[in-house]
Nanobody, 124 residues
Framework: QGQLVESGGGSVQVGASLTLSCSAS????????MGWFRQAPGKDQEFVAV????????VYADSVKGRFTISRDIAVNTVSLQMTSLKAEDTAVYYC?????????????????WGLGTQVTVSS
């Protein structure tokens, strides 16, 4: 079946850094693209970043480019999202997701495995 579990969320101040982790279990996700999405209160879900093992460069939303870095460690089945220079507008629930295949897709409909999310709150 496969499960994704996020961790690392919390409350930080503007300008701080935070690293989210997504632990994958129950099946191999090596042939999946792994992504992060977020949803702020009252807003639609938003793509954040995606990575595959195909060698292509990760893709980032314009709003996080240069501040967030996505990486994955197949050996321990984890995907991480390193977030720096956090802004108040980064406040959201962050979700880890897996999409079958190796396309660097930014569309939530292409992902068939989702975690329950982890809250990130950035305050001034």
């Amino acid at each position: 079946q496969g499960q994704l579990v996020e961790s690392g969320g919390g409350s930080v101040q503007v300008g701080a850094s935070l690293t989210l982790s997504c632990s994958a279990s129950g099946r191999s996700f090596s042939s999946y693209a792994m992504g992060w999405f977020r949803q702020a209160p009252g807003k639609d879900q938003e793509f954040v970043a995606v990575i595959t093992l195909s060698g292509g460069r990760p893709v980032y939303a314009d709003s996080v480019k240069g501040r967030f870095t996505i990486s994955r460690d197949i050996a321990v089945n984890t995907v991480s999202l390193q977030m720096t220079s956090l802004k108040a507008e980064d406040t959201a629930v962050y979700y880890c997701a897996a999409s079958p295949g190796l396309r660097l897709t930014t569309m939530a409909k292409d992902y068939d495995h989702w975690g329950l999310g982890t809250q990130v709150t950035v305050s001034s």
